[in-house]
């Protein structure tokens, strides 16, 4: 069950301009269920439209993007429920929230699965307080803070039951204190088997939180792996701009100083490395 | 617009029904235009002064602020219709200039009198209305009143992004303001047009992500919210029917 493939692209090439240039090129891989996957890659490197081309709101100008197995049925029906099934929360809850009522603006998405009002209404009980929105659920929109508009863009995505759920930069332009909510959130959702895509540019974060992490590049996947395997690969990433996650650094020169054994695994967090120390025997 | 905005979210009248007070101040409004009675209008000016800023619990001075706005226009106004200008003065009084007077009679000052009351009356009927009640909250009374879909969709998301393009247009301005964009007056206006195009350029764009973000949530062409509910009261609805009675039965018997 783990394993199996939920969404897989194949060779997907997709353009804004008609062929001009591709922002997806040649583009394959595969998701698995429950995982959780850290996108990573420059601006500009497909990341994006990637997502839009997975819950059909982007069309590939070639290639097949496949759920469960099947290729995506662009027909009215089959894209509704593709959508139910493949939810995005956006970098900017600006262009996500198009309501001035928090509870009008997460009811949005429940009500479009055709699901009866009372039922909705409970439902958008439910996920205000699993978000902690209710404190500030009588605010306007416009008067919330970025940090809180993130929770209720999240809150509209959860609230359609989705398998994946795809996070666009979710930690861009947030405090400390909303990073943990939103990432607790995130925990939450894997807790409940929804495979969760991120995009993000912490490689840190990646390091300790992913299963697998993925690199864009160019429109197409530079690399795709167990965290401890891509971010081993120094020369793509020097190419892709990214840096080495610091408890990688630090696990690398410490064992070449002959301070960690060689034989030891690689800790994922910088606190798992502080603790392997703590163990070591003081001198 | 924006204080009322902000004010409406503040207000102690904010979870009373939106019907009740929609119902409320529109029907005040219609008889206070209708019977154009000066002692009615004065009634209606001071009692929805008083449910606003006492019940509303809205600070008196933004209120009477806020006032103001119509005031310099209704000032304007008053002139022109109590004055005239005429070759033959009339009784109050007379300002010569060569053959011609500017004057004013007991009627003409008594109309623009009447005018004066009633649409200060008018306003604080409105301003009842948008002081106390979210914008979301009226739309949903309108749709409730079977207002056309388009139109409350329209107006929902044009509420939303007055402030997503205020907050915009204050950024570009602010990021024009540190580079000098306003060091003389030539340069700001340059600004200003730029200002305003790339504003558009933006508004365009959002509107675009908004409509992907929108299709991601199964949108198919209609908005459908729900709506919080706050239940009218049988004694609220009571007194308001006994209020416009009694309006009624003044603007007979004034007649």
Redesign the interface.
Known sequence: MMNEVILKAENVFYSYDDGKTHSLNGLSLEIRRGKKIAVMGANGSGKSTFF?CC?G?YRPSEGTIYFHGKPVDYS?KGL?QL??KV??V?Q?P????????V???I???I???GVP?EE??KE?ERIMNEMEITPYR??????LSGGQKKQVSIA??LI?KPEIVILDEPAAALDPKHTVLVNQAVDRMTGEGITVMMATHDVNYAMEWADEVMIFRDGTVAAHGVPEQVFEDKQLLRETNLEQPAVLQLFDSLKKKGILKEELPLPRSLGALLQEIERLPSR | MLII?KLS?QSKLRYVNAGEKFGFSVATLILCVASRSVLLGILVFAVMGILTVWKGGIPLWRYLKLMTIPLTFLMLNVVILGLSIRRTPLEVFAISFGNWYLTASKETLYYAFQIFVTAMASVSCLYFLSCNT???DILNVLKKLRCPKLLIELM??I??FI??LL?CAHEISISQKSRLGNIDYRTSLKSFGTLVSALFVRAVK?SG??Y?????????GD??????DHPPKKKEILMILCFEGLLLAIAVIVR
Request: negative net charge.
């Open positions: 839009l819950n709101v009215r509704l959508r139910q939810g995005i956006f900017d600006d262009n996500q929230l198009f309501s001035a009522s509870f009008q603006e009811s949005f998405g009500l479009n699965l009002e909705a209404r958008v009588d605010r306007p929109t416009h008067a509209d995505i359609m | 905005d979210y979210p914008m979301t929902m998301l509420y939303r402030f997503v907050d959002r992500f908004l992907d973000a929108m299709e991601s949530r199964c949108y198919d908005l459908r919210v729900l709506c919080e």
